[in-house]
């Protein structure tokens, strides 16, 4: 059984104000790019790697690869304007002989071996994604302009994160759909069984300045 993980790098990373884009902001001495990256090449549950590097970026993407000694990077392809489309063109580039699709956001540089490993071996048994899960310790609302019209129930939601994994064939077909926050929900919306698993506190997404910091004391 092939699994082939696709990196989502592509985004702009607008609200961190940097002046390059987001994968190749500074955590550490290295790109963020470079730890789920170095992270996702030495993980014995992944077999290749498709990055989806910024436009502009490709050449950078590569070298860093390359300088990082990853063994597993297949190819390097130009993101979209939304990460549904980076999306999109990443999978383009896994073969159709590939079993299993992981995609992961490269703005979560901290990714476990073992989230790897839950969202992987939760597939089978007629699920055809997993994605990691994890509690809310507040309240949520829905709201209309300032009017709160719904308190939700707590105890029936959850925040998700990447990586998540699919069956190859299942997310191939749900992804040629419209547009969608993260690609479970394309193969919900195909009628597609999505299991949750356990997610990971330190799996924070990098979005501002600030999430930098937190992130470069996890690691
Ligand atoms: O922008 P946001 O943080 O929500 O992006 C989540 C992930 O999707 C990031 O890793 C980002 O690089 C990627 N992305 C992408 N192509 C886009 C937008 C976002 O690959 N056009």
Known sequence: MS?????AAAGSG??????????????G?????????ARLDESEWI???VVVAPAGWEEPSILLAEELGCSKVSACVTGGATRADSV????????????VVLVHDAARPVLDDAVIGRVVTALGEGWDGAVPALPIP????????ERVVETLRRDELRVVQTPQAFVADVLRNALAGSEWTDCSAA?????GRVRSV??????????DADDLDRVAALL
Do not use: C, H, M
């Open 3 to 7: 699994v082939w993980a696709v990196l």
């Open 138 to 145: 507040d309240t949520v609302k829905r709201i209309d302009g």
């Open 29 to 37: 001495e290295q790109p963020l790019l470079a730890e789920s990256l």
């Open 198 to 207: 356990d997610g990971d506190p330190r799996l924070l997404k990098v979005t």
């Open 88 to 99: 999109r063109l990443g999978v383009a580039e896994v073969p159709p002989d590939a079993a």
């Open 47 to 49: 077999d290749a790697i």
């Open 14 to 27: 607008e609200r961190l104000g940097a002046d390059r884009p987001k994968a190749f902001v500074r955590l």
């Open 187 to 191: 193969v919900e919306a195909a009628g």
